[in-house]
């Protein structure tokens, strides 16, 4: 069974531009969860998605948002970047939703977003 | 305010147990999370917690007290691949946020 995907591995823009990132996930999981982690502020979580609908939201500016589409792959939008934006972009999948005892998730290996 | 608290570092030596704690104040509590990340890795799930009481799994262990606010991540026969930073989450911000903790490292010797 093939892991958790994301796309591009690396990455490098410019102050001001936009950057999409992309999640695969497990083959049958429908909820995936996204998070930045950078040594200032370390691991923090942005949005959990799930059939498409977001259910789950970190505190982090509208800059950042996010969409699930029908074969539950996922896709993560941040407009205007910021130096601060710099960061590990990780996403992880997951069978169901959170609350449930027999919750698991499932790691991709992050994006490396660079900004200029 | 919203606060996680897990030991900065901790030192164990190879095949002995270790405890590493987690204290929180969160508006709200739905679960806990336990994950485990290598330098340079991304992270990986250990356990998420939802009632109190004792979860194992393998030489891992996780146990919750909601009323106390606390739980802690039991690891046994340690090995030197152990050695890693261990976070600690809290389900329970608002509009469902995780609150982090900011890690503990532990170092495995020999």
Not at chain 2, 94 to 99: D, T, Y
Request: charged content about 15%; glycine content about 12%.
């Amino acid at each position: 069974k093939a892991g958790v995907t994301q796309t591009p591995r690396y990455l490098i823009k410019t102050r001001g531009q936009q950057v999409t990132l992309s999640c695969s996930p497990i083959s049958g999981h429908r909820s995936v969860s996204w998070y930045q982690q950078t040594p200032g502020q370390g691991l923090q979580f942005l949005f959990e998605y799930f059939s498409e609908t977001q259910r789950n939201k970190g505190n982090f500016p509208g800059r950042f948002s996010g969409r699930q589409f029908s074969n539950s792959r996922s896709e993560m939008n941040v407009s205007t970047l910021e130096l601060g934006d710099s960061a590990l972009y990780l996403c992880a999948s997951s069978l169901g939703v959170r609350a449930m005892p027999t919750y698991e998730q499932y790691f991709g290996p992050g994006t490396r977003l660079t900004v200029t | 305010g919203q606060n996680i608290d897990q030991p900065t570092e901790m030192t164990a030596t190879e095949g002995a147990i270790v405890q590493i704690n987690c204290t929180y104040q969160t508006s709200g509590f739905n679960g806990l999370f336990w994950y485990q990340q290598h330098a340079g890795e991304a992270p990986t799930f250990l356990s998420y917690n939802v009632l109190d009481g004792l979860e194992e799994k393998g030489r891992f262990s996780s146990f919750l007290s909601r009323s106390k606010g606390y739980s802690y991540l039991l690891l046994k026969e340690l090995q030197m691949k152990d050695s890693a930073s261990y976070l600690c989450a809290v389900d329970g911000g608002s509009q469902g946020n995780l609150i982090f903790g900011k890690g503990t490292k532990l170092s495995v010797k020999p």
